[in-house]
Structure formats: structure tokens, C-alpha cells
């Protein structure tokens, strides 16, 4: 989920999955006490997914066509902002009604009773399976890859029950570095301090324990080229302990749990080295303030206290980067930033905001990579030391 305002979808909603307001009689909903809970028994799982089918059972024992009920995750008026947890979803909300008497939504309405079914025999059998796995089990049926994470989270949020306590696990793309070492849940043993490459981020992260490092920070870095950089420049020893993590891009579901672990684990100053373009300032975004598709699950995956080291785009003038080594906007670029510059947490944060007011009045943007135009090492060598020794950051 790149754009944080709506999260993309493979299905046009159409006219019976409406959504209904939070005022209207069946509207409103309650969040359930699991909601804040990165782990859920399996019993109540279990219980949760009966409940729901007893409800369709029952409405064809009233001989009335059965509908699954949805909070709509891609509508701002369902979502809040708190200082201390980022976007998170209000406790009655908009919610989405899948009707199962509907040429539109009744597709959907089967195959997240198909998938419902699914979980259901994996938590029994305490197995386990990836998004992957599910959507090879019946390509055909399924149709995309797309449509079964859509209907994952759906059906996450619609029983308020993180998807790693329903026995869904995410192939991870992130990779971690530096001074860490943990046992994942199968005994193994990952020392990352001893490596001169990095390990895969875990896929399941709720697993992992005896975590022990001695890092001072951690670094968050967007792309995987400065990380291997960094990773190659010996930047984890040099300066001082550190770790370093990298989502590749946006950051998967694995990544932002492992960032908020070592956070609640170490409570050491986290900092975000990104691209000073809007498609930058989204993905520290995403790992400060987290998404409104995932805000359901905000209290596992974000971390508000996250600085933003750099790029930022008043570095650009204070270093005196060449114009010619800049990148003017795109359409997309502007219609993006200008969807960031709304949301709710900008207001909240002036020094932010005088930021992405630089990078609007410009119209240019950056990429770590051209700290090299002065010269080759001066990321690792100048740039960060300074920063992280004279607090350069946001």
C-alpha cells in the first residue's frame, strides 16, 4: 500500500457492498477487546469465525440472503490520529456490507467464507500457510493474488484479529543488519552482528525472542542499493553499534513488526533515511505513522517516535547540491504531496511541514544516491556522522 489514503483494490465495490454510515442502526461497531492484542488464542479465534457462520446460518434459517459486514479501511472518517499510536481506527466506524444476494458482491461473499473456512482448519490443526499458499491452492478460483490479501485484511479487521493469530504468515522482502542477534521460534539461532551480509527479515516476527544488541539507534533505510552500500562501507561498526533495517520500498506487514519489536525490545532512538521526494516521505510515513488500510492493526506496527534523518529537502540547498543533479516533479509527485500535506498529522508537526513546503515550492526531488556528486563516500563518511552527532533530524 503505497497511497495512504485508499488502499487499492481489486474489485469495484459496486452497489451491494454499500457502505453505511456509523449512524445508521447497523452501522456502528464496536472494536472487540482482542483489537489491541498482537496475540489471540486460538479458542477465540476459533469462536470468532463460528460466530460468523452461525450469523449466515441463521439469516437462511429467517430465509433472508446472508451479508458479512466490513469496516470500510480506506475511508478517513473511519480513522484518527494519536500522538502516541499514529492513524488508528475508531472504535464505531463506516462499515461495508458484502451481500450475498448480489451478482456484484456475491463473489466476494464466497470467497471470504472459502478463505473463513480456510483459517479455521489451520488453527485447528495449528498449521500454518502464507498468502501465497492460499492463493496456489485455487488460482482459478481466487483469480489474483490481489484479491486474497484484500480479503485477508478484510476479514482481519472484521474480526478484529491480527492475521498472524489466524495463522497467516507474510513472505517477508526486508532484510536487517548490524548489532542483533535472536532465536526465531523453531530454536534457530540469527546473529546478525557476525555477518557481513544481511538476513531476511522473519516471517514470523511474533516468534523471535532473546533479542540482545548493543546498538545505540537504529537506521531505517528506503532503498536496498544505500543499504547495501552502508552494509558494504562497514557503517553498523564504524561509527557506533548500530542496526539497520531496509523494507526494499514500502515496507512489508514482517518489516514493520520487526521495526515496532526492536523498538518495544531496545526503546533506542529509531531515524529514517529516505529519498527527499514525496514517495520518500510516504514510506517514513507509513513506518512513523502507519496506513490507513492497516490501521485496524496501528498499535502492533507503527512507532511515532521515528526521526526523519534525511534526506530532507532542506539539506539540498544547505549542501549545495548541483540543480543538475536534481529531479524535477511529476504530475504524480505533486498529486502526491499534496495528499500528504492534508493529512491530519502534518498539522501537528511544524517542522515537518515546513519541509514538504520546501519540496512543494521547488517542484524538484532527490535521491540519497546524489550525496555521491560530492563525493563517493560522503554518505557514510560525512553526511550521517554529522547528522546523528549534531541531531540533524525531524
Known amino acids: 500500500m503505497l497511497e495512504g489514503s485508499a488502499p487499492n483494490s481489486s474489485e469495484d465495490p459496486g452497489p451491494c457492498s454499500a457502505t453505511v454510515p456509523a449512524s445508521s442502526e447497523t452501522g ?8 489491541h492484542r498482537s496475540h489471540v488464542p486460538s479458542s477465540e479465534v476459533l469462536e470468532a469465525i463460528e460466530n460468523v457462520v452461525l450469523n449466515v ?8 440472503a446472508p451479508v458479512l459486514t466490513v469496516a470500510n479501511r480506506s475511508d478517513w472518517r473511519n480513522i484518527e490520529f494519536k500522538d502516541s499510536v499514529g492513524l488508528q481506527m475508531i472504535p ?91 532465536t526465531e521460534e523453531d530454536g534457530t539461532k540469527v546473529n546478525c552482528t557476525c555477518s ?5 527479515v522473519p516471517s514470523n516476527v511474533e516468534g523471535i525472542k532473546n533479542l540482545i544488541s548493543h546498538a545505540k539507534f537504529i537506521l531505517i533505510v528506503e532503498k536496498d542499493a544505500t543499504f547495501q552500500r ?12 548500530c542496526i539497520m533495517v531496509t523494507g526494499r520500498g514500502v ?20 531515524f529514517t533515511l529516505m529519498d527527499a521526494d514525496p514517495h520518500g516521505v510516504e514510506i517514513m510515513c507509513i513506518y512513523k505513522y502507519g496506513s490507513v488500510s492497516m490501521s485496524f ?38 498529486k502526491k504531496l499534496a495528499s500528504i500535506q492534508k493529512r491530519p498529522y502534518i498539522t501537528r508537526q511544524p517542522v515537518l511541514k515546513r519541509e514538504l513546503e520546501i519540496m512543494a515550492a521547488s517542484k524538484m526531488k532527490a535521491e540519497i544516491q546524489v550525496l555521491t556528486s560530492l563525493s563517493s563516500d560522503y554518505l557514510s563518511r560525512v553526511y550521517l556522522p554529522n547528522k546523528l552527532q549534531f541531531g540533524g533530524w525531524i
Open 28 to 35: 456502528s461497531r464496536e472494536a472487540s477487546p482482542s483489537c
Open 57 to 64: 446460518l441463521t439469516s437462511l434459517g429467517k430465509q433472508k
Open 92 to 182: 464505531c466506524c463506516t462499515i461495508k456490507k458484502i451481500r450475498s444476494d448480489c451478482s456484484t458482491s456475491a463473489p466476494k461473499f464466497a470467497l471470504m467464507l472459502k478463505i473463513l473456512s480456510m483459517i479455521y482448519k489451520m488453527v485447528q490443526s495449528n498449521t500454518y500457510a502464507t498468502k501465497r499458499d492460499i492463493y496456489y491452492t485455487d488460482t482459478l478460483l481466487f483469480g489474483s493474488q490481489t484479491v486474497v490479501d484484500n480479503i485477508i485484511n478484510d476479514i482481519s479487521c472484521m474480526l478484529r484479529i491480527p492475521r498472524r493469530s489466524l495463522h497467516i504468515l507474510s513472505t517477508s522482502k526486508g532484510s536487517v543488519a548490524g548489532n542483533l542477534s535472536y
Open 196 to 200: 557481513a551480509t544481511a538476513v531476511a
Open 230 to 241: 552502508l552494509l558494504d562501507d562497514d557503517f553498523c561498526n564504524k561509527l557506533t553499534p
Open 251 to 270: 515496507p512489508d506487514l514482517n518489516t514493520r513488526l520487526l521495526v515496532r519489536k526492536l523498538w518495544d525490545t531496545f526503546q533506542i532512538p529509531i
Open 297 to 334: 492493526e496501528a498499535h502492533h506496527l507503527t512507532v511515532p517516535s521515528i526521526k526523519w534523518l534525511g534526506l530532507l529537502p532542506s539539506d539540498l540547498n544547505r549542501l549545495n547540491i548541483c540543480k543538475d543533479a536534481l529531479i524535477p516533479f511529476t504530475k504524480q509527485d505533486q
